[in-house]
């Protein structure tokens, strides 16, 4: 797809979705394995019916992957985003199995929006990276209030290991050759993808109140799988660890 077919089709949501996957892909390659990885530990934790919050769920992709996998799920998909979540609305029009609920995850009062107290699955990708330590520590204590015993939270992200520098180093080497590489090809970045969206007439106006919110990108932390385990079992779940990683991410499990 070019960026004249998307522009072109501004209202087919899902020429959106898969210009987001793609640019999103350009960064990590692997995208589709933790998300395969993570429906895997749903099923299996919380059957093929679960109630699932689907938390900064962006443009929804993680809700789209459950669907495709258990139709008898519904989910929850929470963001700030305006833009994304036009889009996100755009795809799941009519289907009465997803609510999307605009909220601010540094809000406080956040889980009063939602329309259910419970959820047997949380499940977030490549977002909670843009809070600092102390707000994510606070995040996953209301988290945990809100999935049931036995419920579930995994949280896919980029988690640095500091411990292993020239580890570390080799991998981003690798991985931001091969980046140039796809761009070289034609593979959209996240800034093109957003200049790419200010011009569509339908998500111009959402993609502006965006920047107005987040700005270009937000400074958060990216503490190792250690620290969100650590934190995860502080905060009430009973068991947490890594199921999934990358040389550059992880997807930590934690079973309330």
Same mark, same amino acid.
């Given at each position: 797809m070019?960026?004249a077919d998307?522009?072109?089709t501004?209202?087919d949501w899902q020429? *959106?979705?898969?210009?987001w996957d793609r640019?999103?892909e350009?960064?990590m390659? =692997? ?5 395969? !990885?993570?429906?895997d ?5 919380a059957?093929?019916a ?6 900064a ?7 789209a992957r459950?669907?495709a ?8 998909g929470v963001?700030?985003?305006?833009a994304?979540?036009?889009i996100?609305e755009?795809t799941?029009a009519g ?7 605009t909220? =601010? ?7 009063a929006?939602?329309p259910?107290d ?14 600092h330590a102390?707000?994510?520590a606070?995040l996953?204590? /209301?988290v945990a209030?809100l ?7 995994m949280?896919?992200d +980029? ?7 020239r !580890?570390n180093a080799?991998e981003r080497?690798?991985?931001h050759?091969?980046m140039?590489?796809?761009k070289?090809?034609?593979a959209?970045? *996240?800034?093109?993808w957003? /200049?790419?969206?200010?011009?569509d007439p339908v998500?111009? #106006?959402?993609t502006?109140?965006?920047f107005? !919110?987040y700005?270009? +990108?937000?400074?958060g932390?990216?503490p190792?799988a250690?620290? +969100?385990?650590r934190?995860l079992?502080e905060?009430g779940f #009973?068991?947490?660890r890594?199921? *999934?990683c ?5 997807l930590?499990l934690?079973v309330?």
């Amino acid at each position: 797809m070019t960026d004249a077919d998307i522009t072109a089709t501004g209202a087919d949501w899902q020429a *959106w979705q898969e210009s987001w996957d793609r640019q999103q892909e350009w960064y990590m390659p =692997d995208r589709e394995d933790r998300f395969r !990885i993570m429906l895997d530990m749903v099923e299996a934790v919380a059957g093929r019916a679960p109630r699932v919050l689907d938390l900064a769920c962006g443009t929804g992709t993680i809700t789209a992957r459950l669907l495709a996998r258990l139709p008898e799920a519904t989910s929850t998909g929470v963001d700030l985003d305006p833009a994304l979540l036009a889009i996100a609305e755009g795809t799941f029009a009519g289907d009465d199995r997803v609510t999307l609920v605009t909220a =601010d995850l540094k809000d406080p009062d956040w889980p009063a929006r939602l329309p259910y107290d419970s959820y047997d699955a949380v499940l977030t990708a490549t977002a909670l990276h843009w809070l600092h330590a102390e707000p994510l520590a606070a995040l996953y204590g /209301q988290v945990a209030e809100l999935v049931r015993d036995g419920g579930v939270l995994m949280n896919a992200d +980029h988690m640095i290991d500091e411990t292993t520098p020239r !580890i570390n180093a080799a991998e981003r080497a690798m991985r931001h050759a091969r980046m140039d590489a796809a761009k070289r090809d034609g593979a959209l970045d *996240w800034s093109e993808w957003w /200049q790419l969206a200010a011009k569509d007439p339908v998500l111009a #106006g959402p993609t502006a109140r965006r920047f107005e !919110i987040y700005g270009e +990108h937000a400074d958060g932390d990216m503490p190792s799988a250690r620290w +969100h385990a650590r934190v995860l079992r502080e905060k009430g779940f #009973g068991e947490a660890r890594p199921v *999934w990683c990358s040389p550059s991410d992880t997807l930590l499990l934690a079973v309330k």
